[in-house]
């Protein structure tokens, strides 16, 4: 069961469980608002002089904006597949929210009721919108299923958890590819600002990096595109830049092409005389030595004799 901090003291800290009921913490280093895991035996109801001195403190705390509530927004997560959709959090990461990006997204969840996600942890939420996508069709190809989420949240590294969290339990459907990634508020804004969600906005910037000309890119253009369609566009453009950087040397090999032995180093047009490997000091330097003192006498004997 999980628990948020409410209020902390010297030697204790008070946390309210998410149903409704408060406890006391007698050991460890709490902040307000942090969330925290408890035993069920550990979740003992506190008397009601101290349980209602705790709700008062709670009170105070929504008046000066210290701990926001059961109901207030904590964080916002995405799941794309052609469907967007968006389910805001709590603190206790619960449904407080749901909507629809797009008409797809729309058109899912009139099909699931609100009691069904509402109030739902969101990694069971999300299993819902899945079953339902999987009912209308999407997903249920051999491979290519594409699932795109994101997660942000008041922090990074929560947020961070949270897309972690996500991406392994949607990755333990089956023929199902999730990736999941932590975003900041402000991705969030520009990804708003331009009509998607910001999970399907990462996948648009990645294409867009990919692209043979990124300057002209248009974002809006891809907007409407499944995440299955962006992600293939992508691995086509990988694999098309791979095969126009392709060099001489990448065919070395193949059909019976000779390897030059040092691919990638130019050739070289030194004089220098060539090294022994069995003594690469010595030897052929002291050959060469003595070649040339000997062609050198003769040279000069020439010279003497005319």
């Given at each position: 069961?999980?628990?948020?901090?409410?209020?902390?003291?010297?030697?204790?800290?008070?946390?309210?469980?998410?149903?409704?009921?408060?406890?006391?913490?007698?050991?460890?280093?709490?902040?307000?608002?942090?969330?925290?895991?408890?035993?069920?035996?550990?979740?003992?109801?506190?008397?009601?002089?101290?349980?209602?001195?705790?709700?008062?403190?709670?009170?105070?705390?929504?008046?000066?904006?210290?701990?926001?509530?059961?109901?207030?927004?904590?964080?916002?997560?995405?799941?794309?597949?052609?469907?967007s959709?968006?389910?805001?959090?709590?603190?206790?990461?619960?449904?407080?929210?749901?909507?629809?990006?797009?008409?797809d997204?729309?058109?899912?969840?009139?099909?699931?009721?609100?009691?069904?996600?509402?109030?739902?942890?969101?990694?069971?939420?999300?299993?819902?919108?899945?079953?339902?996508?999987?009912?209308?069709?999407?997903?249920?190809e051999?491979?290519?299923n594409?699932?795109?989420?994101?997660?942000?949240?008041?922090?990074?590294?929560?947020?961070?958890?949270?897309?972690?969290?996500?991406?392994?339990?949607?990755?333990?459907?089956?023929?199902?590819?999730?990736e999941?990634?932590?975003?900041?508020?402000?991705?969030?804004?520009?990804?708003?600002?331009?009509?998607?969600?910001?999970?399907?906005?990462?996948?648009?910037?990645?294409?867009?990096?990919?692209?043979?000309?990124?300057?002209?890119?248009?974002?809006?253009?891809?907007?409407?595109?499944?995440?299955?369609d962006?992600?293939?566009?992508?691995q086509?453009?990988?694999?098309?830049?791979?095969n126009?950087?392709?060099?001489?040397?990448?065919?070395?090999?193949?059909?019976?092409?000779?390897?030059?032995?040092?691919p990638?180093?130019?050739?070289?047009?030194?004089?220098?005389?060539?090294?022994?490997p069995?003594?690469?000091?010595?030897?052929?330097?002291?050959?060469?030595a003595?070649?040339?003192?000997?062609?050198?006498?003769?040279?000069?004997?020439?010279?003497?004799?005319?």
């Amino acid at each position: 069961m999980r628990a948020a901090i409410v209020e902390t003291h010297r030697t204790y800290a008070v946390a309210l469980l998410e149903s409704g009921r408060f406890i006391k913490l007698h050991s460890g280093q709490y902040e307000v608002g942090q969330t925290v895991a408890v035993r069920e035996k550990r979740a003992r109801t506190r008397s009601m002089l101290t349980a209602y001195a705790s709700l008062a403190a709670v009170l105070l705390l929504f008046v000066v904006g210290g701990y926001k509530g059961y109901t207030a927004p904590y964080g916002l997560v995405s799941l794309d597949v052609n469907p967007s959709i968006e389910y805001t959090i709590n603190i206790f990461d619960r449904v407080i929210g749901v909507n629809a990006v797009n008409g797809d997204g729309e058109a899912i969840l009139n099909q699931i009721s609100n009691k069904e996600l509402l109030n739902a942890s969101i990694g069971d939420a999300v299993d819902r919108t899945i079953a339902q996508l999987q009912e209308n069709g999407y997903l249920n190809e051999s491979d290519g299923n594409y699932v795109m989420l994101s997660a942000n949240s008041v922090s990074e590294t929560r947020a961070e958890k949270l897309a972690v969290a996500l991406e392994n339990r949607v990755n333990t459907h089956a023929n199902l590819s999730a990736e999941s990634v932590a975003v900041s508020n402000d991705e969030v804004e520009q990804a708003h600002s331009l009509g998607t969600s910001a999970g399907k906005l990462v996948l648009i910037e990645r294409l867009k990096a990919a692209s043979e000309d990124p300057d002209s890119f248009d974002e809006s253009e891809w907007l409407g595109e499944s995440v299955r369609d962006i992600v293939r566009a992508t691995q086509d453009h990988g694999n098309s830049g791979k095969n126009g950087n392709k060099t001489d040397d990448d065919s070395c090999g193949v059909d019976g092409e000779d390897c030059p032995d040092n691919p990638g180093l130019p050739p070289s047009t030194s004089n220098a005389p060539s090294v022994n490997p069995d003594n690469p000091s010595n030897e052929n330097r002291s050959d060469n030595a003595s070649k040339n003192k000997s062609d050198k006498s003769s040279s000069n004997n020439s010279s003497n004799a005319r």
